[in-house]
């Protein structure tokens, strides 16, 4: 088994009615994906997760078990009769290297 580091964004339609856009996100966390890192609550419609994979696959094929992730969970919220259209995402995933919060206060030029 090797593990995958992933990072999801994602655009919703802006008339997405707040309870589906949460929706979204719970039926994401529910599939692994976290919304959190060292306690700290990543920007909204951003997610991450360390994906285990089989040893012959490649970050493509984690790519595309991502997208299944995000598409699967957006047809479980339309199937609850709520509207949602996801107009856009963009994963990465690295097979190595860091990963973390960015340092310091941003919101402070001296950052």
Known sequence: MRKFVCSLTYEVHPETA?????????????????????????????????????????????HEACTGDLRAAAESV??????????????HVSGSGTYGPAAGDLASPEA
């Open 18 to 62: 707040e309870d589906s856009r949460k929706l979204l996100r719970a039926e994401l966390v529910g599939r692994r994906w976290l919304e959190r890192v060292e306690g700290k609550r990543l920007p909204s419609n951003a997610l991450f997760m360390v994906r285990s994979a089989g040893d012959d696959d490649t970050t493509n094929d984690v």
């Open 78 to 91: 339309r199937k609850t009769g709520r509207a949602l259209t996801v107009l856009r995402a963009w994963i």
